[in-house]
């Protein structure tokens, strides 16, 4: 199986960063081939704009569906966006290992979505959803809160935390044809004992080991 892991923190020491290495070591232990993006030591620029392509469709107003549509028709995206756009169309299983900030991805995450999710290349023009251009893909988010598991229920201090996630789970990753798998969540990470830590990355290296045969969620009845 083929994995790509977007990994988006800026201390590799975290905890989200022994996340992490746990799924590459088992990973690559299993026998799948691994593509890795880390966001932070790629200096991976979040925004935007022009630098996005190599082509040119309306130089006089920037929209950036239609350069992209465009780019898409003219092999016109920038090297570094071609290349994480050809990891996704390579990858069978996408992993999005991150803390949650602000009820959402970190900036530089949110940017690569921006920015490689392209329209014409990733969805559009009725590829979406079950149709998506990723179907038979699947794809898992990993995270960390800063909060505890009570404060993430309906009713919660902060809310139901699949909530929270469904605008990626359903509005990125189901929108572009993905096949979602169960979030594997970790709550309050700061503040866990060296022991419950410990029982997690034992917890996520035993999943990873049975990953293939994992049925997908619907995020949509949620």
Not at 31 to 38: N, Q, R, V
Not at 45 to 57: A, E, M
């Amino acid at each position: 199986m083929n994995v790509l892991i977007v990994f988006a923190h800026p201390e590799p020491r975290s905890f989200t960063g022994a996340l992490f290495d746990t799924a590459v070591q088992e990973l690559q232990a299993n026998g799948h081939t691994l593509a890795i993006s880390d966001l932070y030591r790629m200096g991976f620029d979040p925004v935007s704009g022009r630098h996005n392509f190599r082509t040119i469709k309306d130089p006089e107003y920037l929209k950036l569906q239609i350069e992209e549509t465009y780019a898409s028709e003219h092999a016109g995206f920038a090297p570094q966006i071609e290349s994480e756009i050809r990891k996704i169309e390579s990858c069978d299983l996408l992993i999005l290992q991150f803390p949650l900030w602000w009820f959402g991805l970190p900036a530089i995450l949110k940017g690569w979505v921006d920015r490689v999710l392209a329209m014409g290349r990733t969805y559009g023009y009725g590829a979406i959803y079950g149709k998506g251009k990723f179907r038979g893909k699947r794809a898992l988010l990993c995270l960390t809160t800063g909060g505890p598991e009570e404060a993430y229920r309906k009713g919660g201090f902060n809310g139901d935390i699949q909530a929270i996630l469904r605008p990626v789970q359903r509005g990125v990753l189901e929108f572009v044809g993905f096949d979602v798998l169960t979030p594997q969540i970790h709550f309050g990470a700061a503040r866990a004992s060296t022991e419950q830590r410990a029982h997690w990355l034992t917890d996520y290296a035993r999943r990873l080991r049975a990953i293939e045969s994992e049925a997908p969620i619907v995020v949509g009845e949620y």
